[in-house]
């Protein structure tokens, strides 16, 4: 009996994937959970197969929980699913442990795809991706700027320049204004800029946003 458990914080997604699934897997138990607490509590109660993980999820997000998932469940592969282009989250979000990084918009045989791969103890890459992070294996190269940021600042960095106000930020991440401000302070001072404008024209050029 394969099981698999879905965390994403909208529904709709959830119905979706398990439609998805249940046509391709015969024998197939499924658990949800909306955010990373719930998520956590049916990693203690129960073994799961496979999990399938959103990273931008309110309050602590799915991309903080990568690097503790590969300590305290290292035999678990992790399916990341995400709204946003792998540009952005794909190499980090592998760099992190995942088994494999896919955007939502992805077609239903793709997702089912990965899911058997990771499952035969593989990695879910797209070709793009792939050449992306054969790119990044040189060892003369200099590291960029942005990977000196924590993971919830990537988050708020990749945010800022997608065009939200710190509000908005504040509300998909379930934090106040004052830490989403105080966060943007953080990635200012790390990545030696002054504004957002600066960020935004960074973001650009290293493609980590449209």
């Known amino acids: 009996m394969l099981r698999i458990l879905i965390t994403d914080d909208h529904a709709v997604v959830r119905r979706g994937l398990k439609q998805i699934l249940e046509e391709e897997f015969n024998k197939v138990v499924f658990g949800e959970a909306q955010n990373t607490r719930e998520m956590l509590e049916h990693l203690q109660k129960e073994h799961w197969d496979v999990l399938i993980l959103d990273i931008t999820l309110p309050g602590r997000s799915g991309l903080e929980l990568l690097g503790e998932l590969k300590l305290t469940h290292p035999n678990l592969p992790v399916?990341?699913?995400?709204?946003?282009?792998?540009?952005?989250?794909?190499?980090?979000?592998?760099?992190?442990?995942?088994?494999?990084?896919?955007?939502?918009?992805?077609?239903?045989?793709?997702?089912?795809?990965?899911?058997?791969?990771?499952?035969?103890?593989?990695?879910?890459?797209?070709?793009?991706?792939?050449?992306?992070?054969?790119?990044?294996?040189?060892?003369?190269?200099?590291?960029?700027?942005?990977?000196?940021?924590?993971?919830?600042?990537y988050e708020v960095m990749v945010m800022i320049c997608a065009g939200k106000i710190l509000k908005e930020i504040a509300q998909?991440?379930?934090?106040?204004?004052?830490?989403?401000?105080?966060?943007?302070?953080?990635?200012?001072?790390?990545?030696?800029?002054?504004?957002?404008?600066?960020?935004?024209?960074?973001?650009?050029?290293?493609?980590?946003?449209?």
């Open 172 to 210: 998909k991440l379930d934090l106040s204004i004052k830490t989403v401000s105080t966060y943007r302070s953080r990635i200012l001072k790390k990545m030696k800029m002054e504004n957002n404008a600066e960020l935004i024209r960074y973001a650009i050029k290293n493609q980590l946003v449209d």
């Open 79 to 153: 399916l990341v699913l995400s709204i946003y282009p792998e540009d952005q989250y794909g190499i980090r979000v592998l760099k992190s442990g995942a088994s494999g990084y896919m955007t939502k918009e992805s077609a239903p045989d793709e997702i089912v795809m990965a899911i058997k791969k990771i499952l035969r103890g593989g990695k879910y890459v797209s070709p793009a991706l792939a050449e992306r992070l054969a790119s990044n294996l040189g060892v003369d190269r200099e590291k960029p700027l942005h990977e000196a940021l924590s993971d919830r600042e």
